[in-house]
């Protein structure tokens, strides 16, 4: 804990790491006094009974999830050795206690009593949760629940589905955005010091997580469709980041894969579950198969290629 021996690509990730906790004291924002102040704006939030239901599920989850990243970030403030990563972790812990009550608030303000975590979001926080292994939890949070997260925050905020909503989630976004960055600065050090039987078992775990989300993600599909976002979208947007974060990592880590092998098989993953046809077209399991095996072959376009071409094409 004490030893300060770092080279200079190591002592320019601590410094990194350090600025994430600064940053994060720096924007602190006040919950009750945000929230307060965007009912007193536009009302307290009003939609119809479908819509309600739906945007209350969906963010049921976040509120859950926020419950989940709060507790992580805990155990990794405790378990990281390292001092910067640590300030990081603890910075988060803040800003997580923050993000479920205002969640919790927002919705009694929406009328909306939430309901307990469906099974698939239960799986991908206690999976999280309950491993030991600290490269394994770095990716459950930062680099999966993050993400996920910070997707849906943005989608649903452009389509402004409720104007307190809409105001409330660039806070968090600005948040959820520093602490991905504790993932990206950790996760590819730790992979790259795994042996074999380590590297494939670490690898097990994130196509399990992974897939646990898709399915969390399906499970929301129809809240996502009542309040007008086509899950495809929100796909899209993480195919975006993760690229994003993938760049980040290879500029600090060159060793790192252009297209790595877990990224095919998520993307084959959501063909199946997210068919090109669209949301309530018939497409036969043989034929989701068979396009899931395309995209994984590079030879079908995957999810965010039709998506950005189906967009770029529209009026």
């Given at each position: 804990?004490?030893?300060?021996?770092?080279?200079?690509?190591?002592?320019?990730?601590?410094?990194?790491?350090?600025?994430?906790?600064?940053?994060?004291?720096?924007?602190?924002?006040?919950?009750?006094?945000?929230?307060?102040?965007?009912?007193?704006?536009?009302?307290?939030?009003?939609?119809?009974?479908?819509?309600?239901?739906?945007?209350?599920?969906?963010?049921?989850?976040?509120?859950?999830?926020?419950?989940?990243?709060?507790?992580?970030?805990?155990?990794?403030?405790?378990?990281?050795?390292d001092l910067e990563p640590k300030m990081a972790a603890a910075s988060q812990v803040h800003d997580e206690a923050r993000h479920f009550y205002v969640m919790h608030d927002y919705l009694e303000a929406l009328g909306y009593r939430p309901p307990p975590l469906d099974f698939w979001s239960r799986r991908v926080v206690e999976m999280t949760l309950g491993t030991d292994d600290v490269g394994k939890k770095l990716m459950g949070m930062q680099l999966t629940i993050e993400t996920i997260a910070l997707t849906?925050?943005?989608?649903?905020?452009?389509?402004?589905?409720?104007?307190?909503?809409?105001?409330?989630?660039?806070?968090?976004?600005r948040d959820e955005a520093r602490h991905v960055g504790l993932g990206t600065q950790l996760v590819p050090a730790i992979v790259k010091d795994m042996g074999v039987r380590q590297a494939i078992d670490f690898v097990l775990f994130e196509l399990d997580l992974l897939f646990s989300t898709l399915m969390g993600l399906k499970a929301m599909e129809p809240d996502l469709l009542s309040i007008g976002v086509d899950p495809r979208s929100i796909l899209a947007i993480g195919f975006r980041k993760q690229t994003e974060l993938n760049r980040e990592m290879r500029h600090e880590f060159p060793w790192f894969p252009e297209d790595p092998p877990v990224d095919r098989a998520f993307h084959g993953m959501c063909e199946a579950l997210f068919p090109t046809e669209g949301s309530g077209v018939r497409v036969p399991p043989a034929r989701?198969?068979?396009?899931?095996?395309?995209?994984?072959?590079?030879?079908?376009?995957?999810?965010?290629?039709?998506?950005?071409?189906?967009?770029?094409?529209?009026?």
């Open positions: 804990m004490f030893d300060g021996a770092y080279t200079d690509a190591e002592a320019r990730r601590a410094r990194r790491l350090e600025s994430i906790y600064h940053v994060g004291q720096d924007r602190i924002w006040d919950g009750r006094a945000v929230l307060s102040s965007l009912v007193e704006k536009h009302g307290r939030p009003r939609l119809g009974d479908r819509e309600t239901r739906a945007l209350g599920r969906i963010f049921s989850i976040i509120m859950w999830g926020e419950l989940a990243a709060w507790k992580i970030s805990a155990q990794l403030a405790d378990v990281l050795v849906i925050f943005q989608r649903v905020r452009e389509m402004n589905v409720e104007p307190v909503l809409s105001e409330l989630l660039p806070y968090y976004e989701r198969v068979a396009h899931a095996m395309g995209v994984v072959a590079r030879t079908r376009k995957s999810v965010l290629q039709t998506y950005d071409r189906h967009h770029a094409a529209a009026p």
